[in-house]
């Protein structure tokens, strides 16, 4: 996620060469990842989506990102 970014609400992933984004309030994805890996960024998706909501409140405001845990 980046500061100033256009709507919708999204974040960004990459695995190895490939990146997609991924709108927050369903999971979304533009782009194509290895299914292994799509399967991991929306589970971590699903477990962190008011987290990053409200980050994203936070990057429309200009203001500092909150760290978010990685799957473990």
């Given at each position: 996620?980046?500061?100033?970014?256009?709507?919708?609400?999204?974040?960004?992933?990459?695995?190895?060469?490939?990146?997609?984004?991924?709108?927050?309030?369903?999971?979304?994805?533009?782009?194509?990842?290895?299914?292994?890996?799509?399967?991991?960024?929306?589970?971590?998706?699903?477990?962190?989506?008011?987290?990053?909501?409200?980050?994203?409140?936070?990057?429309?405001?200009?203001k500092?990102?909150?760290?978010?845990?990685?799957?473990?």
């Open positions: 996620m980046y500061h100033r970014e256009h709507g919708p609400p999204h974040f960004h992933a990459r695995y190895g060469g490939q990146k997609v984004t991924v709108r927050i309030s369903d999971g979304y994805i533009e782009g194509k990842l290895a299914p292994r890996a799509q399967a991991l960024v929306l589970e971590w998706w699903n477990m962190h989506r008011d987290e990053l909501a409200a980050n994203w409140k936070l990057a429309t405001d200009l500092e990102l909150k760290a978010i845990s990685p799957l473990e």
